[in-house]
């Protein structure tokens, strides 16, 4: 009798595959830096990740797709990087003006 398929663990966000089956399983490099690729595009559109998908992709086996990624036009990649503790990257999104000038920004 063939096994039922897996089921994707609960952290794994089914939403962020709208084009392709969601994985039951991101057992290689490549299928977790095209996870962190489309959870940081959802997130710098304001759409926030689960706790429980937080706190996995912040275990430490998720460190070297968070270096290959290289999403560098990304805010939230850049805070993933921060969290795994990887060197700065050049950030090469936009600057906001308003954002920029806003004398409260030191204090977030």
Same mark, same amino acid.
């Given at each position: 009798?063939?096994?039922?398929?897996?089921?994707?663990?609960?952290?794994?966000?089914?939403?962020?595959?709208p084009d392709e089956c969601v994985p039951a399983q991101l057992d290689t490099l490549s299928a977790r830096v095209d996870f962190l690729a489309r959870l940081?595009?959802?997130?710098?559109?304001?759409? $926030? *990740?689960? &706790?429980?998908?937080?706190?996995e992709i912040r275990r430490p086996h998720w460190r070297e797709a968070v270096d290959a990624c290289q999403l560098l036009t990304s805010p939230a990649y850049h805070l993933l990087r921060d969290w795994?503790? $990887? *060197?700065? &990257?050049?950030?090469?999104?936009?600057?906001?003006?308003?954002?920029?000038?806003?004398?409260?920004?030191?204090?977030?």
């Amino acid at each position: 009798m063939p096994s039922p398929p897996e089921t994707p663990s609960p952290w794994l966000d089914g939403t962020l595959y709208p084009d392709e089956c969601v994985p039951a399983q991101l057992d290689t490099l490549s299928a977790r830096v095209d996870f962190l690729a489309r959870l940081c595009a959802a997130w710098d559109f304001g759409i $926030l *990740p689960t &706790a429980e998908t937080v706190a996995e992709i912040r275990r430490p086996h998720w460190r070297e797709a968070v270096d290959a990624c290289q999403l560098l036009t990304s805010p939230a990649y850049h805070l993933l990087r921060d969290w795994h503790g $990887l *060197p700065e &990257a050049p950030y090469l999104g936009r600057q906001l003006a308003y954002i920029q000038n806003d004398p409260h920004l030191v204090s977030i």
